[in-house]
């Protein structure tokens, strides 16, 4: 699962958010907007006002959503059971 984290400095709800994700055993990659401002500016066009902001493969939100990232665990949790099933039937 790809999970992208566009982030600022200095900004307590992506630390928040980075925070949680790694708890929750989350992989992401980081992109800082002040070294981006390109990128900046196609979320801000695409409607996003608040950092961070977060996209998954099937999912995005805009800043520091427990909540969404306990889901997004869950989900991650059910994709790996998932895949080491289907592991193991081909075994």
Known sequence: MTVTVFTK??????????R?????????DIVDLVE???TLEQLQEAGFRQAP?????????TGYRPDLIKQLAQQNAAAEVTAEQAQQVLA
Request: glycine fraction near 4%; hydrophobic fraction near 30%; charge should be positive.
């Open 9 to 18: 400095p200095r900004c307590p709800q992506c630390e928040a958010t980075k």
């Open 20 to 28: 949680q994700l790694t708890k929750q055993g989350i992989a992401f």
């Open 36 to 38: 981006n401002p390109s």
């Open 53 to 61: 902001v977060v996209i998954t493969p099937d999912s995005s939100w």
